[in-house]
């Protein structure tokens, strides 16, 4: 069965950074698409990014655009979020998510894939 597993999280200063990774599992990597989500305290599951795992293409939420980067290792099954000039907005726990489309999909609904999530807390 596909398996998500995110590690990396942890709490940092403002203006810090850090690296999730999600270690995939169960799925033929080439024929899906990976996100990052993220869920702070009392909101909604929001899109943070994706990639598609062949060609690499990329989306990113404007809020995270030019301080996140998505990446993928084939040969490792892993997916990163490097998060760069982190605020106390980004506090939240980080899911990662997959699915077979190759449309760009922000929503949770369009993700068939769950990791059970990793907190990320940024303080001022």
């Known amino acids: 069965q596909v398996k998500l597993v995110e590690s990396g999280g942890g709490l940092v200063q403002a203006g810090g950074s850090l690296r999730l990774s999600c270690a995939a599992s169960?799925?033929?990597?080439?024929?899906?698409?990976m996100a990052w989500f993220r869920q702070a305290p009392g909101k909604e599951r929001e899109f943070v990014a994706r990639i598609r795992w062949s060609g690499g293409s990329t989306y990113y939420a404007d809020s995270v655009k030019g301080r996140f980067t998505i990446s993928t290792d084939n040969a490792k099954h892993t997916v990163y979020l490097q998060m760069n000039s982190l605020e106390p907005e980004d506090t939240a726990v980080y899911f990662c998510?997959?699915?077979?489309?190759?449309?760009?999909?922000?929503?949770?609904?369009?993700?068939?894939?769950w990791g059970q999530g990793t907190q990320v807390t940024v303080s001022s």
């Open positions: 998510a997959a699915d077979v489309s190759s449309r760009i999909l922000t929503t949770t609904r369009s993700y068939d894939y």
């Open positions: 169960g799925l033929a990597i080439s024929g899906y698409t």
